[in-house]
């Protein structure tokens, strides 16, 4: 693939070839093949997870790195992304890692076709996908079931302003997952309905394979509403409590793409639980986003 923006334009085969990919990297049973490509981590918006573990990928595939920082370039002078981006093409930089808080901001980049345009990766599009958070979750799934067809997966919370639970509830729903959500029902997208339904968090507990929490968003809801929010009563409503994390079954797993607000979506206690994968997440982040750098220099 020439650019990696959004799973769901991917085949199913070209899915789960990054899957067998990100876990044979990981097993060791593939070695990152070294090369000297040259790539530009760009992070208008802030991030831990995903900045440093595409920078640790792009270290174990032997790639040169620049981090240009939004606050400190030209862009604070009004330079558009394009010509920031072709900028770049024009030092010989091949790959550019971007996150920003423009939904689709990669396809008008995709639609110029200018040969200075360096091969784009999708870390995060405001409230639309986040394909590698996609990725890692697959990743993580598929290592602990093997298989995602009849798996029962519940994604709880701050829906409407999630690049994850759009990205997730479509590629899970596709390989055959039965998909559910919970949360406040005004954060519920109604468009959610194609991927799965809408259910009150404490239906159906036991018979869930992957329960998948997502963070409240604060930067990206209204002040307004901002004021109305308790954390307390969230938690109560729509977390994870000691008696829900009791009724899940044993082999039953808690996902979570992090950071979390500890005592709001998970009680503290519970973040790093026995059938937490939070952390194991974090780990496959660096085999996920292996597999895609592999993947876009492996295009021609
Ligand atoms: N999960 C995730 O995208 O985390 P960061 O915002 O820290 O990258």
């Keep these: 693939m020439e650019n990696f923006v959004n799973l769901n334009e991917l085949s199913t085969s070209e899915v789960q070839n990054l899957i067998d990919n990100a876990l044979a990297f ?3 049973t593939r070695e990152p ?3 000297e490509h040259m790539v530009a981590n ?4 802030n991030s831990t997870r995903t900045h440093s573990s595409f920078q640790v ?8 790195q620049i981090m240009i920082d939004p606050q400190t370039s030209s862009t604070k002078k009004g330079e558009s992304l394009s010509d920031t981006l072709k900028t770049l093409g024009a030092l010989g930089i091949e790959y550019a890692v971007i996150r920003h808080s423009i939904n689709d901001w990669y396809k008008p980049l995709i639609e110029e076709h200018s040969p200075l345009m360096p091969h ?7 409230n639309g996908q986040h394909p590698s958070q996609s990725l890692l979750d697959l990743v993580t799934i598929y290592e602990e079931f093997g298989h995602f067809d009849g798996l029962n997966v519940r994604i709880v919370g701050d829906l409407l302003h999630s690049r994850v639970a759009r990205s997730n509830a479509e590629i899970l729903q596709r390989l055959g997952a039965n998909v559910t959500f919970s949360g406040p029902e005004e954060w519920y997208p109604a468009d959610f309905d194609q991927y799965g339904s809408y259910v009150p ?11 998948m929490f997502l963070r409240v968003q604060h930067e990206r809801i209204a002040e307004m509403d901002q004021a109305d929010f308790s954390a307390v009563d969230y938690h109560h409503n729509f977390g994870l409590t000691k008696d829900r994390y009791d009724k899940l079954k044993d082999s039953a797993i808690i996902m979570h793409p992090a950071p979390v607000n500890r005592d709001v979506e998970i009680a503290d206690a519970l973040v790093e639980a026995p059938k937490s994968r939070i952390f194991k997440q974090m780990t ?8 895609i750098l592999d993947a876009v220099s492996n295009h021609e």
């Design 26 to 28: 990981k097993n060791g």
């Design 33 to 35: 093949q070294k090369s």
């Design 42 to 45: 760009l992070f208008f918006e």
């Design 57 to 64: 990928a792009e270290l174990k595939m032997g790639w040169e």
């Design 120 to 126: 784009l990766i999708n870390a995060g599009d405001g």
């Design 201 to 211: 968090l404490d239906e159906g507990l036991e018979n869930l394979d992957i329960i």
């Design 284 to 291: 496959n982040g660096v085999y996920a986003r292996m597999a």
